[in-house]
């Protein structure tokens, strides 16, 4: 290939995406597999299916041989336009809630206003029970 790679298009790529015209985007590079496809070890569909899109994340999953990786340069016709491609939403981590120490005291009071009755019950029938029992 010349020293100038061609640079296509993702739209450009996703129009070969046909079993006589079959293109890949793997790596920021572009791909013709037609010629490949009925030698493909996972047929043809598998390689179908990854066209009009970025198949790196597809074909790095599979864990291809170093053979397979060289068996690639004979395929290679250009480079993407990487600014082609849709945005990715960025990761954003969910806001965390503020720790209110008012709210602490809160919950004190409200555990007071459970226990403080019942150990007075409590109370009530153990003097009740040590006055029945004398």
């Known amino acids: 290939m010349g020293s100038d790679p061609k640079v296509y298009s993702l739209a450009e790529v996703s129009e070969h995406n046909y079993n006589k015209d079959c293109w890949l985007v793997i790596g920021g590079k572009v791909y ?52 082609t491609f849709p945005k990715k939403a960025t990761y954003k981590p969910a806001k965390q809630a503020h720790y209110d120490q008012d709210k602490t005291s809160e919950f004190i009071i409200r555990i007071l206003q459970f226990l403080v009755p019942l150990a007075i019950l409590g109370l009530a029938f153990a003097v009740r029970f040590y006055t029945k029992t004398s």
């Open 32 to 83: 013709d597999v037609t010629n490949f496809l009925e030698e493909h070890p996972g047929g043809d569909e598998v390689l179908l299916s990854a066209t009009g899109k970025d198949a790196t994340d597809d074909f790095e999953d599979v864990g291809h041989s170093n053979s397979a990786r060289e068996m690639m340069d004979q395929y290679h016709i250009g480079e993407i336009d990487p600014s």
